[in-house]
């Protein structure tokens, strides 16, 4: 099992531009979901799925999109995107929404946004 | 709202010393509660959890963690520290209001081990 991965590991993007990252995981999990990491802010949660078709806003949503299509992959689309923007992004996927299930984290794609 | 509070944004012991690393949390249910690791460049990997089976919580790399309700916390340790602990620590509480397995963190430790 490859696990969690993430696509690209780094990216450097212009304000106003838009890019997608990838996030796919094999373990038919079927609670996926995108964190930030800032300096000294931790990890805060952007948007969530519990399953195919089916997805929600977290702490931090504004200024990006997704979409779960399939039980494997979960893109995060920045629309437009700003230099507060700039940041770690870590994907993770559970077992099941429902539970304390370890939530498994991809290695990150590092942003920036100038 | 449930929140998590580390104390100590930076520890640093020496190699053998107790590693002990601080963590309040606030939940109005009564809560899931995770330790993660951070290695330099990579993602988080989960040390242990709390899901009230029992307050003494064994991990990995002999980390352990107690839950005392009483004090609103889950301090995280190890009685002998090793080079290979330095990295940062992240403590997090499971949220499952309005679904989904949410985790709120905290702002995270830096582990210093020093010789």
């Known amino acids: 099992n490859a696990g969690v991965t993430q696509t690209p590991k780094f990216q450097v993007l212009k304000t106003g531009q838009s890019m997608t990252l990838q996030c796919a995981q094999d373990m038919n999990h079927e609670y996926m979901s995108w964190y930030r990491q800032d300096p000294g802010m931790g990890l805060r949660l952007i948007h969530y799925s519990v399953g195919a078709g089916i997805t929600d806003q977290g702490e931090v949503p504004n200024g990006y999109n997704v979409s779960r299509s399939t039980t494997e992959d979960f893109p995060l689309r920045l629309l437009s995107a700003a230099p507060s923007q700039t940041s770690v992004y870590f994907c993770a996927s559970s077992y099941a929404w429902r539970g304390p299930y370890e939530q498994y984290f991809g290695p990150g794609t590092r942003l920036t946004v100038t | 709202a449930q929140s998590v509070t580390q104390l100590g944004s930076h520890v640093s012991v020496s190699e053998g010393a107790l590693v002990l690393l601080r963590c309040n949390y606030s939940s109005s249910v009564p809560p899931y509660l995770f330790w993660y690791v951070q290695y330099p460049n990579q993602g988080l990997q989960l040390l242990l959890k709390y899901t009230s089976a029992a307050t003494l919580v064994k991990g990995i790399n002999g980390f352990e963690a107690e839950f005392k309700k009483s004090e609103t916390s889950f301090h995280l340790t190890k009685p002998s520290a090793h080079m290979s602990d330095a990295a940062e620590y992240f403590c997090?509480?499971?949220?499952?209001?309005?679904?989904?397995?949410?985790?709120?963190f905290g702002t995270g430790t830096q582990l210093k081990v020093e010789l």
């Open positions: 997090a509480v499971s949220d499952f209001t309005g679904g989904g397995n949410k985790l709120t």
